[in-house]
């Protein structure tokens, strides 16, 4: 600690001469002068150091003593900067730099999450960002528990948020909650109802009156198992005991038929660049976006646009919230072009196929059949699908 106290005061190395060394030391004492690193050379001479602000006393006591002093070295910061004293851009840039480095460290650069799984980092960012937690934005005027409270309160699926400092990185640490498990609602009278119309296959019936058979043809929202049961009567009794109500439940599956269709023209536009070209300049800085560029750039109505964004990146990783980005601008002119009809037809059965299985969802695929018609400039594809299906649906009875 002494050593970085006397690097920040000056000190000086000097060598004395003389008949009698001692006296020199005993006035340095008297006249409350410190000094250490005291080493002997010779009978008559000696070598010291002091700081240097007594350096100047040192000529005095030298003269009454009948000593020669030599300076050997000078150590400490007032020497270093006192050979830049007529270098001001220097000394200014210097300080510029230093109190660029305390303002800078009270902004957040980077933000880190930890903790989560299932949830997408993006997904907290993209909140986090809502409630004003970014890149750039000045640390120390957030309300970090407030912050973390809101954010719960809008991602559900996550417990627990804690949002620390540490200089210009934020680090937030999540925990996921445990969501229960859907419980079924067997209080509220319900019907099952057909989604497509179709011939029934099998039927598993939990709860609830069954209206229809196996075999049975039914049509898209016909009701398949009834949440009014009727009440049996006593033997003998001719006395109607009414009905109730339950939550009916149950699969039903059937073979379904589904129509897809899909139409692409058979005339294309095709690019034809001419060859003018322009180039947008913009720089974010925390934030801010700052554009060196006019509003009018290009003639043309019809042009791509090519982004490419670079980031400033500290050495160890860190993205600092400071990107330049620039755009670059190609106009073209759409030309026709007939298109290959195998091509478009095999490009729309891979469409409607996948549509398919997305409106099949966990049923079978049964047997499909796929025409194509080309007229008035369009392919039209036909997909004619049988499927074997759950098609049943709970319904609340009003």
């Not at 999450?113 to 993209?126: K, Q």
């Not at 043309?300 to 860190?318: Q, V």
Request: proline share 5%; glycine share 8%; with cysteine.
């Amino acid at each position: 600690m002494k050593k970085i106290i006397n690097f920040f005061r000056g000190s000086v190395t000097v060598t004395i001469t003389g008949a009698f060394p001692e006296r020199f030391l005993n006035l340095c004492a008297q006249r409350g002068v410190p000094f250490w690193s005291l080493a002997w050379l010779d009978p008559y001479t000696l070598r010291l150091r002091v700081l240097r602000r007594d350096s100047r006393k040192l000529d005095a006591i030298g003269e009454r003593t009948l000593c020669t002093i030599s300076l050997t070295e000078r150590k400490g910061l007032p020497f270093f900067l006192h050979r830049f004293r007529e270098r001001y851009a220097l000394l200014a840039g210097l300080a510029l730099s230093i109190a660029a480095v305390c303002l800078l460290s009270q902004f957040i650069m980077v933000i880190d999450v930890t903790g989560n799984e299932n949830i997408s980092t993006a997904a907290i960012l993209t909140e986090l960002d809502r409630q004003g937690v970014r890149p750039g934005v000045y640390g120390p005027s957030l309300n970090l528990r407030e912050t973390s409270h809101e954010v719960l309160l809008c991602l559900p699926k996550l417990s627990f948020m804690a949002i620390n400092l540490h200089g210009i990185r934020a680090e937030v640490i999540v925990r996921e909650a445990n969501l229960p498990p859907d419980i079924v609602d067997e209080k509220t009278p319900a019907d099952i109802v057909s989604t497509a119309t179709g011939i029934i296959t099998r039927m598993e019936v939990l709860s609830g009156e069954p209206l229809v058979k196996e075999g049975s043809t039914v049509l898209a929202g016909e009701v398949l198992i009834s949440g009014v049961m009727d009440i049996k009567e006593p033997a003998y009794s001719t006395v109607d005991m009414g009905v109730r109500l339950v939550h009916a439940q149950g699969r039903i599956y059937a073979r379904t038929w589904h129509t897809l269709r899909a139409v692409i023209p058979l005339e294309a536009g095709v690019k034809l660049y001419s060859g003018e070209e322009t180039a947008r300049y913009s720089l974010t800085f925390f934030g801010k976006r700052f554009n060196f560029y006019s509003k009018d750039f290009i003639s043309s109505n019809n042009y791509d646009k090519i982004s490419k964004t670079k980031a400033l990146t500290l050495p160890g990783g860190f993205t600092l919230p400071i990107s330049f980005r620039k755009e670059i601008y190609r106009s073209y002119e759409l030309l026709p072009c007939p298109t290959d009809e195998a091509e478009a037809k095999a490009l729309l059965e891979n469409s409607l196929g996948k549509a398919l299985r997305a409106t099949v969802g966990e049923g079978e695929i049964l047997r499909t059949d796929i025409t194509s018609e080309a007229a008035n400039g369009l392919l039209t594809v036909t997909l004619l699908a049988e499927c074997s299906e759950q098609i049943g649906r709970e319904v609340p009875i009003p």
